[in-house]
């Protein structure tokens, strides 16, 4: 018995010099900033919930990494070089994921497959919840639930949390093998992160979880359990076909792009980059800065979702604040205007009475553009107009609701030529049912009957992935579609053709392209908007009041086109492919077309512009000098009227 007495004293003695020189750490590097603030950081560590987690539980709500991980300016951490917070909590309360199992358009539209399929409630909800409210559904699967519905949730915390700080970092470093929500989490109360050397001490203290380097954090495939998902398919009267149906697989086509084979991971482009040394928790300040860190933003492309969360926040009972939402909307935005496609209009020729134009798409993103969500969906507006402002030619145009006009019955075909107004470039996936008959209802698709949403670089139909991310319909056959000159796969680009009749102008016309992105078109909600529940009836009354203005993602034009002006053709650069790069970071771009070379810019992968100058030569080359930062740049050319790009890879 005394020994026992001794050991706890022992152990006492040591949590209490432990404590004692940790909070004196505090109170030097305070000092040493020529600040005091003792009052204050005894207050804030007095008030540290010590609530470690209970025996038997495996994750933790949010709230319990806010005090470290949110913003707090009595310390030095959490920010950048500039003092601005970076903090993760921040960053991430505004997110997509923060508000998943609070997505009305979510929940609508479990609702909506409930009513179509009533005996299919529980399968449904249970499979729907263990990617929007991962944690509760796994915490009622480890206590042995047989499934975790929609009630369950709303009396959940955990649930309620969305996809928060434990729904990642417990995920374990096998992951990669499972899909569609079957999530591989270590239960065994550790937290994975990015970084080699973690301080174990405050997280074991606080919370009871060992803090753990592993490398998987950084890697793509932490996001692929939910980022590819088949759902069982029915027939009209809810009975199962026996065969699957990918409803999304962004994860697949991340791993057949280039972005995968040059390890540009999800995380590159959806979490930004800082490459300050950050201190990521607060009151620890005897931590080590880390560097680079990634934001908490996930930023994606649902800018339209965001907003209307922000909207109806008090209905849905979120209390983010709108500062938050408007910093996730404005790089949201940012993302889809500057990060996803590249649009080049070139005139082909001109004769008496047709203008022959082509529009040049080139997806940036590392996976098909757009991408997810069967919903979503780009859509190429052109139109021509003639000195006097009268429309010669429209395609692409949207109603009042910012549905398409002219749109049939079921869906507009992929276009390689468009010859009149009636025919939209609309890059989308469409599900069909049994039947062959367009479907929104998730559990009847049974089959693709389009799917020509533009690939990424690198996209090729020879992978054994192929069947989970095919190319359908008339973008197949397109010989422009993803394919280099000759043919080869791989591009990321698609050409479209206008053939516009000038027949009888007199003079000068223009023509304007604008690409168009949609995260939810009036027309895919319309079978929903059918059937009545509080979850539907609740997110029409949202929808309708909302701003549905699509976003443009980019545009380009044409202008003092006439009858006699002669089209000089699109040719190839006469420039070395594959720059050389010094040592010290110096390109060397050679060619006989570089002394016609006006601009250089350089970006990173994730499309953030670097720098801007013009070029250094001698004869037949260029000069520029990339970054010091390992990584993967690209450097555009402008080349007279013309751009091009090419990818250096410094190691």
């Known amino acids: 018995m005394k020994i026992k007495k001794l050991l706890v004293l022992s152990l006492l003695l040591c949590f209490v010099v432990g404590f004692g020189a ?12 020529k600040t005091f603030h003792t009052e204050k950081e005894k207050e804030l560590l007095q008030s540290i919930a010590v609530n470690p987690i209970d025996s038997g539980q495996y994750f933790l709500h949010s709230k319990e990494c806010r005090t470290c991980h949110g913003f707090d300016s009595t310390y030095y951490a959490n920010v950048n070089a500039n003092g601005e917070s970076v903090n993760v909590f921040d960053d ?127 890697e793509g495939r932490v996001c692929s359990s939910c980022h590819t998902l088949l759902t069982n398919s029915v027939d009209l009267s809810g009975v199962p076909t026996g065969r699957t149906f990918i409803e999304q697989a962004t994860f697949h086509e991340w791993l057949n792009s280039s972005a995968a084979a040059d390890n540009v991971t999800c995380q590159n482009c959806h979490m ?232 009888g102008l007199p003079t000068y016309f223009k023509i304007v392209a604008r690409v168009y992105y949609q995260s939810v078109p009036p027309e895919w909600l319309q079978e929903m908007f059918t059937l009545s529940s509080q979850p539907i009836d609740d997110f029409k009354t949202m929808f309708d009041n909302a701003d549905k203005t699509p976003v443009l993602v980019g545009s380009d034009s044409l202008i003092n086109l006439n009858i006699g002006m002669k089209v000089i053709p699109e040719k190839e650069f006469d420039l070395v492919a594959s720059p050389t790069l010094s040592a010290d970071g110096w390109v060397n771009i050679k060619g006989a077309d570089v002394n016609k070379i006006k601009l250089l810019q350089i970006h990173n992968m994730a499309g953030q512009l670097l720098k801007s100058y013009k070029p250094e030569r001698s004869e037949n080359s260029v000069l520029l000098k990339i970054p010091e930062t390992k990584g993967i740049y690209l450097i555009s050319l402008y080349v007279e009227d013309r751009r091009t790009t090419l990818k250096v890879i410094r190691q």
């Open 272 to 503: 930004p980059k800082v490459e300050d040394s950050v201190i990521i928790a607060n009151q620890y300040l005897n931590l080590p800065p880390r560097s680079p860190f990634n934001r908490h933003k996930f930023m994606g492309g649902n800018e339209f979702m965001v907003k209307l969360i922000k909207n109806n926040k008090t209905a849905l009972g979120i209390t983010v604040s709108d500062k938050n939402f408007d910093s996730t909307i404005a790089i949201t935005n940012r993302v889809l205007k500057e990060q996803t496609l590249t649009v080049d209009l070139l005139l082909d020729s001109i004769t008496s009475d047709s203008a022959f134009v082509k529009l040049k798409l080139t997806n940036k993103v590392g996976h098909k553009f757009p991408s997810g969500y069967p919903s979503r969906r780009t859509v190429v507006q052109l139109i021509a107009i003639d000195q006097n402002n009268d429309t010669l030619f429209k395609s692409g145009l949207f109603a009042a609701n910012y549905a398409l006009q002219n749109a049939p019955v079921s869906h507009q075909p992929h276009y390689d030529v468009i010859n009149d107004d009636t025919k939209t470039q609309v890059y989308e996936m469409i599900m069909g049912d049994v039947n062959g008959d367009k479907t929104t209802v998730l559990e009847r698709a049974d089959s693709i009957l389009k799917d020509n949403r533009i690939p990424p670089e690198g996209f090729t139909s020879g992978t054994p992935l192929y069947d989970t991310i095919k190319v359908v319909g008339d973008a197949e056959t397109d010989s422009d579609f993803n394919k280099y000159s000759g043919g080869i796969e791989g591009s990321g680009q698609d050409y479209v053709h206008y053939h516009i009749n000038i027949a």
């Open 22 to 33: 940790f909070y004196t750490d505090i109170i030097q590097f305070s000092q040493s900033k």
């Open 92 to 218: 991430w309360e505004s997110s997509m994921m923060a508000n998943s199992a609070k997505d009305p358009l979510w929940r609508a539209k479990v609702s909506h497959e409930i009513l179509i399929n009533p005996s299919h409630s529980l399968a449904l909800q249970n499979k729907c919840t263990s990617c929007h409210a991962p944690m509760g559904h796994y915490t009622a699967k480890y206590h042995g639930a047989s499934s975790y519905t929609i009630a369950d949730l709303d009396n959940d915390s955990l649930g309620l949390n969305g996809i928060s700080c434990l729904a990642c970092h417990t995920i374990g470093p096998n992951v990669g093998q499972t899909f569609s929500g079957e999530i591989p989490y270590d239960t065994n109360k550790v937290i994975y992160g990015p970084y080699q050397n973690p301080n174990m001490g405050p997280m074991q203290l606080y919370i009871g979880m060992d803090p753990t380097y592993s490398p998987h954090m950084s």
